[in-house]
């Protein structure tokens, strides 16, 4: 197959191995909720070679616009799904009556929490990091198991084709269709809203004629078109009604039926985005207002507990698409040095060394500090010191402008405080960032702003996707050492910290 829009495909056929077991029905189609977009990306390839027909969406509107523009046959789910909680939407899907299999993709590894999600109406559990061969065996059982005829009819929109009984329906009402009709259709239907061409085309359908011979495709679209689709009659010439088309001519290329599947963009793709500056008509969500010399803070265990394990499924990220690719590599008997994936491994497995020093970080004992006071340079070297890995990779380069002598409360919770915003940072950014420190000192309190944007081309996670749920949690910890909080622009966040300068209170 050709690669068209978001998917990648690779068929089988032109593979050097397969994990498919003999006689499993070819391009069951799978939805991939996943929005880590580079394991996103690998996984989809690595089930695509298993014969799989992958659709990924890295948003919970995407996933419910593919569920409504297609019927997939298997969901799978990554639980910390961008700003949705996966069980939200896993539990909102079986409301809606949705019956599709799910398996659940996450780096909880607690009963409950498998209790929780097989309750919620999940089919499956596979804890991060995972074995790529797991997760297809996984599907392949799930998908045997669970065969609802229903989930074999293929839909876009209004049009529907049963494989089993060969019955094609639009609105309800049935469409006779000959052998090479319903052929042509049915593969158009299998890569619904993707282009296929000419060619692809004719070698499925008339495997006898030459390649060149592309205008019997033509001739036959032409006959499906006459039967799936309803035509009028304008002004003595007759034309197709547009609310009605679904069959289109993509010129140049090939034919596609129904809308456009959305394309997932690779970030390192992307335009390149830098710091916005603070919308004037922009909701500021402040944490508290606070003067006045620090008093030593403490975090809930909860809550702490939460954020700790956010960002251990940060780290599994980057981690699973590392034991993934060294697995299909293997598999496929390649030389990892070849392959074209590498630079991608290696810039994941930099970021899986960085969050491993976060967690460790945030979890480690610090001595009690000197004094009340902390100059802001020193804690910030002491906190960039745990993204060293990605400082000298060049996955993370700091820029700073600010006041040297500003010194800021020494409590450990600030440290903590830093290390969690820069790790869920390069957490949930998977190309090379450059984060711009800027601070100021304005009647005892330091001005600290952190914005980001690509180092080179590309798009980044904006402030409410980096913080998801945890925001709740970073306003108490800024709380607790009597600062404030808020989100400026779609990429920068600011701090009002309480603060010195040069030893002494500053007074403006």
Request: aromatic share 6%.
């Amino acid at each position: 197959m050709a690669e068209t829009g978001h998917s990648h495909s690779n068929t089988a056929q032109h593979n050097t191995f397969s994990m498919r077991p003999e006689g499993k029905a070819a391009a069951a189609s799978i939805l991939l909720a996943d929005d880590d977009v580079h394991l996103a990306t690998f996984l989809s390839k690595s089930l695509e070679s298993e014969g799989y027909a992958v659709h990924t969406a890295l948003d919970e509107d995407s996933a419910l616009a593919e569920l409504q523009r297609q019927n997939y046959k298997l969901i799978i789910l990554d639980l910390n799904f961008g700003q949705t909680d996966g069980l939200k939407l896993l539990e909102k899907l079986r409301a809606e009556g949705v019956d599709t299999p799910v398996i659940v993709l996450s780096a909880r590894n607690r009963v409950t929490d498998r209790i929780q999600s097989l309750n919620l109406g999940a089919d499956d559990y596979v804890t991060k990091p995972f074995s790529f061969q797991e997760l297809s065996a996984r599907a392949h059982a799930l998908l045997r198991r669970k065969a609802d005829p229903s989930l074999n009819i293929l839909r876009v929109e209004d049009l529907e084709l049963d494989p089993s009984t060969r019955k094609v329906t639009r609105a309800g009402s049935e469409i006779k269709l000959s052998h090479k009709e319903f052929h042509l259709l049915l593969l158009l239907m299998r890569r619904a809203g993707n282009v296929i061409t000419r060619q692809e085309l004719l070698q499925e359908v008339w495997p006898a004629q030459p390649t060149t011979d592309s205008n019997l495709v033509d001739v036959y679209v032409n006959y499906l078109r006459r039967k799936i689709e309803h035509f009028v009659v304008v002004k003595g010439e007759e034309r197709i009604r547009e609310d009605d088309r679904l069959l289109h001519t993509i010129r140049g290329a090939g034919y596609r039926i129904g809308r456009e599947a959305p394309v997932v963009k690779d970030s390192s793709h992307a335009a390149t985005a830098g710091p916005e500056p603070a919308a004037k008509n922009r909701p500021v969500i402040v944490a508290s207002a606070y003067s006045g010399t620090p008093e030593p803070a403490t975090i809930q265990q909860t809550p702490w507990r939460a954020l700790v394990n956010s960002v251990a499924h940060d780290l599994a990220q980057p981690l699973t698409g590392v034991r993934c690719f060294l697995e299909v590599t293997a598999l496929r008997k390649e030389n990892p040095a070849t392959s074209p994936d590498l630079k991608t491994v290696e810039q994941q497995a930099d970021r899986a060394i960085a969050l491993a020093k976060t967690i460790s970080s945030l979890v480690r004992e610090v001595a009690v500090p000197a004094g009340p006071w902390i100059p802001l340079g020193s804690l910030f070297e002491e906190v960039i010191e745990d993204f060293a890995v990605l400082v000298h990779s060049g996955l993370l380069t700091i820029e700073r402008q600010w006041d040297a002598s500003i010194q800021v409360t020494s409590s450990p919770v600030l440290r903590q405080l830093l290390v969690l915003l820069v790790g869920k940072l390069v957490g949930k950014n998977t190309s090379p960032l450059t984060l711009l420190v800027f601070a100021g000192i304005k009647s005892s309190r330091c001005n600290l702003e952190l914005h980001w944007r690509a180092t080179e081309t590309g798009a980044v996670q904006d402030a409410p996707a980096v913080l998801g749920t945890d925001l709740p949690y970073i306003r108490e910890m800024v709380y607790s050492v009597g600062g404030e909080f808020a989100l400026q622009g779609e990429t920068a966040i600011a701090l009002k910290l309480p603060a010195i300068h040069n030893g002494a209170q500053t007074v403006q």
